[in-house]
């Protein structure tokens, strides 16, 4: 048993680029980071300041509102310079950011940061997800994206235990804590890049374009716009897990904040015992078949909450839509990374950042839905719309084979 343990050890890191192991390790570091002092920042802002709830709301909200258009902006620029500058970029910057959430008393500054923190995450996700398409041969990438978004979980998974430790001793302990791991990050992936040649692979892949022919390229494509708009459409139907389930929840139950908190832990820990045997079933398959039947789950998920009246069927509902997230977001990475050109993959990782419009308006939707109805109406509508994404993506692959034929 250890020996077969030591050979599948060995031959995955032989499968992949050392960059790409850092980047995966990386990962889960910076989710760690940021999973372990973002969730308290709230609660950090009305103990420490005197700002009420909506102006808290809006602190915190516009990191999203920064990373819509921060993506594409990201992924261009590492298109145009290099993936080495923007990574290590956002890894300098978000030391700075969080050490400015500890140091900062100011509304503004507060304001300003989270903004800024947006920022770097949508310049780190694209081009690190690029970087590793750069050094994955296509065959191979759906189980990198797969293990990245595992790494995703892993680091959601234990951050905010480790941020409630640190904080109960100190409240800003967290984000210097999270300052420095991003800091020594930086550092680490800088000597690794260096090491193994990144300014060559740079060179070998770097465009020749500018920022305003990268845009209208990407603008023009409506395969790329199918793509975007079902992700929209998904990220409406999956930010109701994340927003409007656990107001419904703490509304049903008396212990409804104690269910949330274990179908988190529950939607973690799935992810990260079963993404990989996932990952090798969903390898054979097409993209569009695999997010068909993520999308299904997703749907399956949300009518499970509707109906759900104990905690049992809660957490076998999370459980359910957990499976559609293990399926759908490496799938959908990989129908944007087939149409990319090898010059403008920045670009187009980046452009998928305009699906957070979908994380904007999913909770604005849903709250209405359950303030104007009730959770059975607010999750089955949400199930329809989770299917109808399929459209979307199906109307793109269909315009992508016409196009192919026509060449």
């Known amino acids: 048993m250890t020996n077969k343990w030591i050979k599948n050890f060995a031959e995955f890191g032989r499968a992949y680029h050392p960059i790409v192991h850092s980047l995966l390790l990386g990962t889960i570091l910076a989710r760690l980071a940021s999973s372990m002092s973002l969730p308290f920042l709230a609660i950090y802002l009305a103990k420490h300041t005197d700002v009420g709830a909506v102006m808290i709301g809006a602190i915190i909200g516009a990191g999203s509102l920064a990373g819509m258009a921060g993506g594409f902006i990201g992924g261009t620029l590492s298109d145009l310079f290099g993936r080495r500058k923007i990574l290590l970029g956002a890894l300098i910057g978000w030391g ?14 507060f304001f300003l940061f989270s903004l800024l923190n947006g920022l770097c995450r949508s310049f780190y996700e694209p081009v690190s997800q690029a970087l590793m398409a750069d050094l994955t041969d296509k065959e191979k990438r759906f189980q990198v ?12 998974a234990v951050g905010p235990l480790l941020g409630a430790l640190f904080a109960a001793l100190d409240s800003t302990l967290p984000f210097y804590i999270t300052s420095g791991i991003y800091l020594a990050y930086a550092l680490s992936l800088y000597l690794l890049l260096n090491k193994f040649g990144i300014r060559k692979i740079e060179g070998e892949n770097k465009a020749v374009n500018t920022f305003a022919s990268v845009w209208n390229v990407v603008r023009r494509d409506v395969v790329l716009r199918y793509y975007l708009l079902g ?3 998904t990220a ?7 927003v409007t389930l656990s107001q419904y929840v703490g509304d049903r139950f ?13 939607n973690a820990v799935t992810v990260v015992a079963l993404q990989v045997p996932f990952t090798k079933w969903a390898d054979g398959l097409k993209p569009l078949t695999v997010l068909a039947i993520g999308v299904v ?18 957490i076998l509902s999370m459980i359910v839509f957990t499976f559609g997230e293990m399926l759908t977001f ?4 990989i129908l944007t990374d087939r149409i990319a050109p090898d010059h403008m993959r920045g670009a187009y990782y980046g452009a998928q950042s305009f699906s957070n419009l979908g994380h904007f308006l999913g909770p604005w939707i849903g709250g209405m839905l359950l303030s104007g109805y009730n959770g059975k109406v607010l999750f089955l509508t949400m199930a329809v719309v989770a ?9 793109g692959e269909r315009k992508l084979a016409s196009i192919q034929t026509a060449q």
């Not at 789950?297 to 809660?314: D, I, P, Q, R």
């Not at 490496?330 to 990475?333: D, I, L, Q, S, T």
């Open 236 to 242: 409406i139907g999956y930010s109701q897990m994340t």
């Open 387 to 395: 299917v109808s994404a399929i459209v979307f993506y199906a109307r």
């Open 297 to 314: 789950f997703y749907a399956l998920g949300n009518v499970g909450f509707g109906l759900s009246g104990s905690w049992m069927t809660f």
């Open 231 to 233: 992700g929209v459409v």
């Open 145 to 156: 994206f797969s293990l990245r978004y595992l790494a995703i979980n892993v680091g959601v």
């Open 96 to 109: 700075v950011v969080f050490l400015g959430f500890a140091m900062s008393d100011s509304v503004l500054l």
């Open 330 to 333: 490496p799938a959908g990475n």
């Open 254 to 266: 008396a212990d409804g904040v104690a269910l949330f908190a274990v179908m988190m832990s529950v």
